[in-house]
Nanobody, 124 residues
Framework: QVQLVESGGGSVQAGGSLRLSCAAS??????LGWFRQAPGKEREGVAA???????NYADSVKGRFTISKDNAKNTLYLQMTSLKPEDTAMYYC????????????????????WGQGTQVTVSS
């Protein structure tokens, strides 16, 4: 069983930065991802990384967000810079036991385990 707990959300002004963390307990997950859901919108995959270092970013965050993980701490991170009001959403961490193809890494239907989410609000 994998349990995921996100932290690091908050309110910032446009252009600011935040770092989200996701503490993972348990073992056996091979792919980790960050997803977000804004009010009235579908959940979207933001970034994903697997245990061999394959990374996939959504076009909307490329060059601004960086996904990384610390295996010793069992923690996934999402460093967010140059934040925009449209980045406002609830951010979720997700994990799956499989190595997902690059095409599927940001597909929410492929993930088995989910955290409760952390809110990010960016004001203009």
């Amino acid at each position: 069983q994998v349990q995921l707990v996100e932290s690091g959300g908050g309110s910032v002004q446009a252009g600011g930065s935040l770092r989200l963390s996701c503490a993972a307990s348990g073992y056996g997950y091979s792919t980790l991802g960050w997803f977000r859901q804004a009010p009235g919108k579908e959940r979207e995959g933001v970034a994903a990384i697997d245990n061999v270092g394959v990374i996939n970013y959504a076009d909307s965050v490329k060059g601004r967000f960086t996904i990384s993980k610390d295996n010793a701490k069992n923690t996934l991170y999402l460093q967010m810079t140059s934040l925009k009001p449209e980045d406002t959403a609830m951010y979720y961490c997700a994990a799956d036991r499989r190595y997902l193809s690059r095409r599927l890494m940001r597909d929410e239907d492929e993930y088995e385990y989910w955290g409760q989410g952390t809110q990010v609000t960016v004001s203009s």
